[in-house]
């Protein structure tokens, strides 16, 4: 049972162009949702987060937006660098269970000079 | 600030041994979790501490896993014994406390032969 779920296992966006990355959700119990960054041989980084509560959330050249009624957020990145190439994860939280996380498979996102 | 210290960093063993993975937290953070990643997918809950308490080991095969988190800071995972399948990265994480933003250590990818 899939309960985060990224559909595209790979992104190729040229340089200075916006790049979206797409998460979809079956739980209506998650609050909030999380954004994480993985280069190789790197544990993941938190990039940035939406509270259930919210539809937008920006930060610098990346914006999370929320769907609630349709169980879908996106990741934005304008405009696409370089060191932007990188796996992306999309996480899950229900407050319910403790703050436990639910990963989607992640999405490589390879920005073109 | 240092980050979430893991060691080592790479383990290779063959199967039936036994192999421990280690990791250090962020200081002054009182939650710790392990990850289980397997190639291609997102990283998976093992078990989280609150403190000194395992509070959620619900997804950890007891059968041959084992972790501890003596005194509420660093924190180990073994396996004994190691299988083929357990061949994957083990990540651990902190947060301030249950449910904050989670910082991962770089993760110890671990092959079993």
């Known amino acids: 049972d899939q309960q985060v779920k990224q559909n595209s296992p790979s992104l190729s966006v040229q340089e200075g162009r916006i790049s979206i990355l797409n998460c979809d959700y079956t739980?209506?119990?998650?609050?909030?949702f999380l954004w994480y960054k993985k280069y190789p041989a790197e544990g993941p980084t938190f990039l940035i987060s939406?509270?259930?509560i919210k539809d937008k959330n920006e930060d610098g050249r990346f914006t999370v937006f929320l769907n609630k009624s349709a169980k879908h957020l996106s990741l934005h990145i304008v405009p696409s660098q370089p060191g932007d190439s990188a796996v992306y994860f999309c996480?899950?939280?229900?407050w319910g269970q403790g703050g436990k996380l639910i990963f989607g498979q992640g999405t490589e996102l390879s920005v073109k000079p | 600030e240092a980050g979430v210290v893991q060691s080592p960093r790479y383990k290779i063993i063959e199967k039936k041994q036994p192999v421990a993975f280690w990791c250090n937290p962020i200081?002054?953070?009182?939650?710790l979790y392990w990850y289980l990643q397997n190639l291609g997918q997102g990283p998976e809950l093992l078990i989280r501490y609150e403190n000194e308490e395992a509070v959620d080991d619900s997804q950890l095969p007891k059968d041959r896993f084992s972790a501890e988190r003596l005194k509420g800071v660093d924190s180990t995972l073994k396996i004994q014994p190691a299988e083929l399948g357990d061949s994957a990265v083990y990540l651990c994480?902190?947060?301030?406390?249950?449910?904050?933003?989670?910082?991962f250590g770089p993760g110890t990818r671990l092959t079993v032969l």
């Open positions: 939406i509270s259930s």
């Open positions: 200081s002054g953070h009182n939650t």
């Open positions: 994480a902190s947060s301030s406390n249950q449910g904050d933003t989670q910082y």
């Open positions: 996480a899950a939280r229900n």
């Open positions: 739980n209506s119990m998650f609050d909030y």
